[in-house]
């Protein structure tokens, strides 16, 4: 019986790969008509080093294929776990420091905003707008990652605070993108540009789950709450904080 059990336990795993795998090409295929329609189509010229890029594609597939799996049976039970267990202990101050610390580390180790930091502390020393030394360049690309990682761990606090107090997400959003409009028209223009991407770049491959599954936790736990309506949200604030600090950290700057 053991192994017949084994013999049909093994085509129902491959199958699940197959699927997985499958569903990873569908995500990647608009990427890869595009590609195909220009080179095809357009450039009318075949693709440079063709077997190394098929290789490379099917790489990416399975890249993509292990990172989904990770996510679903690593980072989004651990966010939700961890949301149970600090409701449960009751203690508000030990929930909004997790909730700030989350959002800080997650984002201070984004390789997103590590690229993005460095490139604009070079341009900045190109625009001889700070000085182009090695220690220079750090000390501003450092500034930078440590002002969006603050402003990500002040957005999930205040996200996880809107949970708790059940505040309409809409007037915090509206509210903060006045903010964000009347910083744009006194900070120094050279930082305004680099602070709308920073928005961007924070909300990124380990970020986004992690605080995904915080703010469902929470929601699914706290009597009252929907999380469907009060579960998500989060990530609309980690994208809009760092836009005010950041071009607060160029007025500091520049300024």
């Known amino acids: 019986m053991d192994g017949k059990k084994a013999r049909f336990r093994v085509p129902n795993i491959l199958t699940a790969i197959a699927?997985?795998?499958?569903?990873?090409?569908?995500?990647?295929?608009?990427?890869?008509?595009?590609?195909?329609?220009?080179?095809?189509?357009?450039l009318?010229?075949?693709?440079?080093?063709?077997?190394?890029?098929?290789f490379g594609g099917l790489l990416v597939v399975l890249g993509l294929?292990?990172?989904i799996?990770?996510?679903?049976?690593?980072?989004?039970?651990?966010g939700e776990n961890m949301a149970h267990a600090l409701a449960r202990k009751g203690s508000l101050f030990w929930l909004l420091t997790f909730a700030f610390f989350l959002g800080f580390s997650t984002t201070v180790a984004e390789p997103a905003l590590i690229a993005v930091s460095a490139e604009a502390a070079g341009i900045a020393a190109q625009g001889n707008l700070i000085a182009p030394g090695e220690e220079s360049l750090s000390s501003y690309a450092l500034g930078l990652r440590?002002?969006?990682?603050?402003?990500?761990?002040v957005a999930i606090l205040v996200g996880v605070l809107r949970i708790l107090k059940g505040w309409p997400v809409h007037y915090l959003i509206i509210g903060g993108y006045v903010v964000v409009m009347l910083m744009t028209l006194v900070a120094p223009k050279e930082i305004v540009g680099i602070?709308?991407?920073a928005g961007g770049v924070t909300t990124s491959t380990v970020?986004?789950?992690?605080?995904?599954?915080?703010?469902?936790?929470?929601?699914?736990?706290?009597k009252g709450r929907s999380p469907l309506l009060d579960g998500f949200g989060l990530i609309a604030f980690a994208s809009l904080l760092p836009m005010i600090f950041?071009?607060?950290?160029?007025l500091i700057v520049f300024g």
């Open 19 to 42: 699927r997985k795998l499958w569903s990873a090409f569908k995500d990647l295929l608009p990427i890869i008509l595009v590609i195909a329609f220009f080179q095809v189509v357009v």
């Open 246 to 250: 950041v071009m607060g950290y160029g």
């Open 146 to 153: 440590l002002s969006v990682a603050f402003s990500v761990g």
């Open 65 to 67: 294929t292990l990172f």
């Open 207 to 222: 970020t986004v789950p992690l605080v995904a599954a915080l703010g469902v936790g929470l929601a699914t736990i706290i």
């Open 44 to 54: 009318r010229q075949p693709l440079p080093n063709m077997g190394e890029v098929v």
């Open 195 to 197: 602070a709308y991407d």
């Open 69 to 78: 799996q990770g996510l679903e049976m690593g980072l989004f039970p651990i």
